[in-house]
């Protein structure tokens, strides 16, 4: 446990109210999406940037590890305190949009701002934050920024990183540091910002973020193509793409999951139907979007789709998505327990990826419904296991590490867009050589080398 | 000099014939688009990526600096071997385009490649790489990446740093480093290719890049639109794009830059023209163009434009160009040395940045034309001296130093797109606190302790 004397300094930074330290308060804060536990020492809630500096300035002296916490959604255990230490909640205080800048089309949040907050604020006067991970409604941008998160929109419009103008951040000695501007163009020092994303509170602890936004497009429409089967679907994927079309979202289900949606929610499906693809299309005229819509029938109906449904209106749309809104969900049927990981592969390597997964499912006779970004490469792979068994989680784990093995042979990663945390470090090996984590260990060592920043993360040392 | 065991090391790993190290040849390798001149002790040209580690071993362990090259087209000194050492030439062997993927629409390309012939291969295949920097024709990808360079087209399409994928390259010790994928989205370990972007060659030499391309353009259309004056045309930039156009380029001329045209090249302007904004629009669907040219107009003559141009065919959009394309050579009629700056401010700055920018001109009694890629923010501001009087030269510098001050204020850069290399490193100090300049220090060292790599560049220690 945390010195009462820390404790106490904690509390004359922030004030005795943002200190938590009693048990319960400690167990709410131990738990993130993984639904691993691991206890902090103290739990921190700063008031603003100048408190994150006198936090992290004393932990640094004293060789406190400091793990910092938007909602805790994460799916790699990137928020929690593995080596315990304090939780520094920046959901409470610095949750706050500081600025809709329309004339530049900018946001300026804190970070503990929670994603869906920044999307309507911004809807309202005309504009879009277009990263929509599927937690948008409880994640914060922080947490967003430290994973790079995705979402559906990433196929037109890319995903976290693509929108990161500037960060104000605090290293781990206090010093606070302002990376990048309110500019299209900047090429004047290094690129922290750039280093800042992903990196999983490792480096620093965001204090400030500014964010891109773009117009509102104009004119929408929801479609969904259906085929025999996923190698028609996956070569529809990325043969549309190259032959021009540039969906909105493009989004894969496969037969286990269409399955799954029949039978758990009575969902209305065509009998033979072997994968979906469901998506938008946008524009700022009606004859882009008959362009895209066009382009994207063409190729599916080249790939053997058997329908390809063009939404008619906002409720036939939202008909056509409900599909993929309880692809999550549904899949239950096939294991009590799902080993969840979210690999991305160079689009034209699909149809082979998802053979490869099928035949490793085989071998470890697990069922394997995959489903997710297909427009992006980022497949949701989902090893369904019985949770009960010992012995079913340790071959789900092995089966993971050959679909990683297989992903990264394919020129893939092991992360779309959850992160490493703690879930994907023992991975790490099959995607980076020793020269590569070497560079990772000495670039961590050079912002933070008391090693008081989320230590453990990512397969970096405790 | 270097000790001849060391030219003779040189030698054994890549050949006698690509090492030289006699007079005409340092002589050769000595300059870049600044015109100022460092004499290396030898240049080598590595073959291949395996060359360039076994150069840079040699090097870390016998302390010898290395700076590379590519063109040595950069205008602000990245490419100078200022502390001597060995230029490390990429355009020599290094000069292929690997691989075109048509199918991820991805291009694999070694860092010798000169921008334009990758542009030319992709359009041959219906396909288009964005970053277009005035340099197209000679500079090359590598030293684009290194620079994170800009171009006409960044207001739609973004910058070098938006398509960059993937990179291979050396450090300083001769570690081989893969960094990025060939997928849209990878959060597995840090972001090394963002830190490589725009790092001038101090962190790492880029031995191979992957970068994205997409679908060409179907239709495109010139516009021009002119203005009585330089505040009408800078609100009619911010204001139009805040408006939801998304113009492929939007260039902007001051009224000196048109009276120079109209003086040294005869072109035809109107007589009351204060001030041009040239671009593209561009779009799949004919409605798309017409829509972005509306959206165009409307804003324009919202801010008193006194005409609207539409190209009416290629011939006549190419027309519309001449006066942008002959910008900077036309101002030499106002000094016979421009001492140019590439700075960047959020775009609704501009209006009151180009009066301030004139108001610094009058005050040291210089004429201060200014062009540029207004669209995203980025103006090219030539302060113009005589070059011949010292006083001129040092008063011009002063200049610089207060319009610096001016756009650090108001939220810019002092580079939007041709880095800082040495010629604005006095000038790191106004826009980069000691905190902050400590960071870029402790990344540089974390990369390369022995600081072989370009030492002395972007206001780090030689």
Redesign the interface.
Same mark, same amino acid.
């Given at each position: 446990m945390l010195d009462k004397k820390h404790i106490q300094h904690f509390e004359s930074i922030v004030s005795k109210e943002n200190v938590y330290s009693d048990k319960a308060h400690l167990i709410a804060y131990s738990y993130d999406a993984t639904r691993t536990r691991f206890e902090p020492e103290a739990v921190v809630f700063p008031r603003d940037e100048q408190d994150i500096s006198d936090i992290l300035k004393y932990c640094d002296t004293h060789g406190i590890v400091i793990t910092a916490r938007g909602a805790g959604s994460g799916f790699t255990g990137g928020a929690l305190p593995i080596n315990g230490g304090i939780i520094l909640g920046l959901e409470k205080h610095m949750n706050k949009i500081l600025e809709i800048?329309?004339?530049?089309?900018?946001a300026v949040v804190q970070p503990g701002v929670i994603n869906m907050d920044l999307q309507r604020a911004v809807e309202a006067v005309g504009l879009m934050y277009p990263p929509d991970p599927a937690s948008e409604e409880y994640s914060t941008l922080g947490g967003n920024v430290s994973?790079?998160a995705?979402g559906m929109r990433? /196929?037109k419009y890319?995903?976290t $990183? %693509?929108y990161v103008m500037a960060l104000r951040a605090v290293?781990a000695n206090g010093?606070?540091?302002? /990376?990048g501007?309110?500019?299209? $163009? %900047?090429?004047?020092?290094?690129?922290?910002a750039?280093?800042l994303?992903?990196?999983e509170g490792t480096?620093a602890i965001l204090s400030e973020l500014t964010l891109k936004l773009i117009?509102k497009p104009?004119f929408t429409k929801g479609y969904m193509g259906i085929f025999p089967s996923v190698d028609d679907a996956m070569n529809a994927v990325?043969?549309s793409?190259?032959a021009?079309a540039?969906p909105v979202a493009m989004e894969f289900m496969d037969a286990l999951v269409v399955q799954a949606l029949k039978e758990k929610l009575g969902i209305d499906l065509p009998a033979d139907a072997g994968a979906l693809l469901i998506g938008d299309v946008d524009?700022?005229?009606?004859?882009?979007v008959?362009?895209?819509l066009e382009t994207l029938e063409a190729s599916f109906k080249e790939n053997n789709a058997q329908e390809f449904i063009v939404a008619h209106d906002k409720e036939h749309r939202d008909e056509l998505w409900i599909a993929r809104r309880n692809a999550s969900q549904s899949i239950t049927i096939f294991g009590s327990k799902k080993l969840n990981e979210d690999i991305?592969?160079?689009?034209?390597m699909l149809p082979e990826a998802l053979k490869a997964i099928y035949a490793i499912g085989d071998k470890y006779n697990f069922k394997v419904p995959c489903f997710g970004?297909a427009g992006?490469?980022?497949i949701h792979v989902n090893v369904m296991v019985d949770g009960t068994s010992q012995e079913q989680l340790n071959k789900g784990h092995e089966a993971i590490e050959e679909i990683f093995q297989m992903v990264v042979d394919m020129?893939?990663?092991?992360?779309?867009?959850?992160?490493?945390g703690t879930s994907?470090a023992p991975f790490?090996g099959i995607?980076?050589n020793d020269?590569?984590i070497?560079?990772?260990k000495?670039?961590?060592?050079?912002?933070d080398p008391n090693n008081i920043l989320n230590p453990g993360k990512?397969g970096l040392p405790s």
């Amino acid at each position: 446990m945390l010195d009462k004397k820390h404790i106490q300094h904690f509390e004359s930074i922030v004030s005795k109210e943002n200190v938590y330290s009693d048990k319960a308060h400690l167990i709410a804060y131990s738990y993130d999406a993984t639904r691993t536990r691991f206890e902090p020492e103290a739990v921190v809630f700063p008031r603003d940037e100048q408190d994150i500096s006198d936090i992290l300035k004393y932990c640094d002296t004293h060789g406190i590890v400091i793990t910092a916490r938007g909602a805790g959604s994460g799916f790699t255990g990137g928020a929690l305190p593995i080596n315990g230490g304090i939780i520094l909640g920046l959901e409470k205080h610095m949750n706050k949009i500081l600025e809709i800048d329309m004339e530049n089309m900018v946001a300026v949040v804190q970070p503990g701002v929670i994603n869906m907050d920044l999307q309507r604020a911004v809807e309202a006067v005309g504009l879009m934050y277009p990263p929509d991970p599927a937690s948008e409604e409880y994640s914060t941008l922080g947490g967003n920024v430290s994973e790079n998160a995705g979402g559906m929109r990433a /196929a037109k419009y890319g995903i976290t $990183k %693509d929108y990161v103008m500037a960060l104000r951040a605090v290293r781990a000695n206090g010093d606070i540091i302002r /990376a990048g501007k309110r500019t299209i $163009k %900047d090429v004047a020092g290094y690129n922290i910002a750039g280093i800042l994303i992903a990196s999983e509170g490792t480096l620093a602890i965001l204090s400030e973020l500014t964010l891109k936004l773009i117009p509102k497009p104009k004119f929408t429409k929801g479609y969904m193509g259906i085929f025999p089967s996923v190698d028609d679907a996956m070569n529809a994927v990325f043969k549309s793409l190259s032959a021009g079309a540039n969906p909105v979202a493009m989004e894969f289900m496969d037969a286990l999951v269409v399955q799954a949606l029949k039978e758990k929610l009575g969902i209305d499906l065509p009998a033979d139907a072997g994968a979906l693809l469901i998506g938008d299309v946008d524009g700022n005229v009606p004859e882009e979007v008959a362009f895209q819509l066009e382009t994207l029938e063409a190729s599916f109906k080249e790939n053997n789709a058997q329908e390809f449904i063009v939404a008619h209106d906002k409720e036939h749309r939202d008909e056509l998505w409900i599909a993929r809104r309880n692809a999550s969900q549904s899949i239950t049927i096939f294991g009590s327990k799902k080993l969840n990981e979210d690999i991305s592969v160079p689009r034209s390597m699909l149809p082979e990826a998802l053979k490869a997964i099928y035949a490793i499912g085989d071998k470890y006779n697990f069922k394997v419904p995959c489903f997710g970004h297909a427009g992006d490469g980022n497949i949701h792979v989902n090893v369904m296991v019985d949770g009960t068994s010992q012995e079913q989680l340790n071959k789900g784990h092995e089966a993971i590490e050959e679909i990683f093995q297989m992903v990264v042979d394919m020129g893939g990663t092991l992360s779309g867009e959850h992160g490493i945390g703690t879930s994907k470090a023992p991975f790490m090996g099959i995607a980076f050589n020793d020269e590569e984590i070497q560079l990772f260990k000495d670039l961590k060592n050079s912002f933070d080398p008391n090693n008081i920043l989320n230590p453990g993360k990512m397969g970096l040392p405790s």
